[in-house]
């Protein structure tokens, strides 16, 4: 039996497409996964994300006391769905490579620096190629926060918010939470699953248009925020072809990871207004 339950081997058919692209010589192998094995990982992510969002915070709600009960149990639920991603990523590495040892870890999820597809060599000059994405992925949320979201549901707007200043004033508790969401986010979580562990595993069903069936499931796995989906879809160009062409999932944190530090900073000036 196979020891990689969601992670599912491509059947061999499906890892000699003669669109595959080629593997650099200075990379390990990766199996790859069955279009089961990836619908399963973006199911086991994108689920829990979803009812936690809308059925398990609307009850929590009903237990806080405080100004906007809803934005906490959001805060609350949904650090604790990115919390389980780092965990269910652990435990896909685990079973398919059969430790975490560091060096492992970073092969399996490549974490390493880009690397330019013609020469090969990686790190340098080539992290400027983080700065015009992220203004791009800047441009991108300007545009996301035209969409409205239900009421006490954006994190943006309630943080403008009266409740949001009240709230966060003088809460060190609170910020500790939100930065352990963001790091969660951007970091060990969405990024990480997405961008670490899928990626470098669907060329094997999708050939070399792995990256834009990874730019989809990632916008659709915002079941949690759907009025992001159609904005969301850009960053198939943002973070996921970058990091597939740079073979460097460290490009993609960095700039969504840019969109957490402006967020903390705002957090942080409204905790020691109190």
């Known amino acids: 039996m196979n020891s990689i339950s969601l992670a599912t081997r491509a059947p061999a058919t499906a890892t000699t497409r003669l669109d595959q692209p080629a593997r650099p ?15 399963g990982v973006w199911a086991a992510a994108a689920l829990p994300m979803g009812l936690l969002a809308w059925v398990v915070s609307p009850l929590l709600a009903d237990h806080l006391s405080g100004p906007a009960r809803l934005p906490q149990a959001l805060i609350i639920t949904l650090t604790a769905g990115l919390v389980w991603q780092f965990v269910l990523l652990l435990i896909l590495v685990a079973r398919e490579q059969g430790t975490l040892r560091w060096p492992v870890l970073r092969d399996a999820l490549w974490l390493r620096a880009p690397r330019a597809p013609r020469t090969g060599r990686r790190g340098g000059r080539l992290w400027l190629v983080v700065v015009p994405l992220i203004v791009a992925f800047g441009a991108e949320e300007l545009v996301s926060g035209v969409a409205h979201a239900p009421a006490g549901r954006d994190m943006g707007e309630f943080l403008g918010s009266h409740a949001g200043h009240v709230l966060l004033a003088g809460a060190w508790g609170w910020f500790a939470i939100l930065v352990a969401l963001a790091v969660f986010n951007t970091v060990l979580g969405e990024e990480l699953l997405f961008r670490g562990f899928l990626l470098p595993r669907m060329s094997g069903v999708f050939g070399r248009r792995d990256w834009v069936a990874n730019g989809v499931l990632f916008a659709v796995y915002h079941l949690h925020m759907p009025w992001a989906i159609p904005t969301t879809l850009l960053d198939t160009f943002i973070l996921a072809y970058p990091s597939k062409r740079y073979r460097s999932a460290l490009i993609g944190i960095a700039v969504h990871s840019a969109q957490s530090v402006v967020l903390l900073g705002i957090m942080l000036a409204l905790v020691l207004k109190g």
């Open 25 to 39: 010589a200075d990379e390990r192998a990766l199996p790859q996964l069955g279009l089961a094995g990836i619908v």
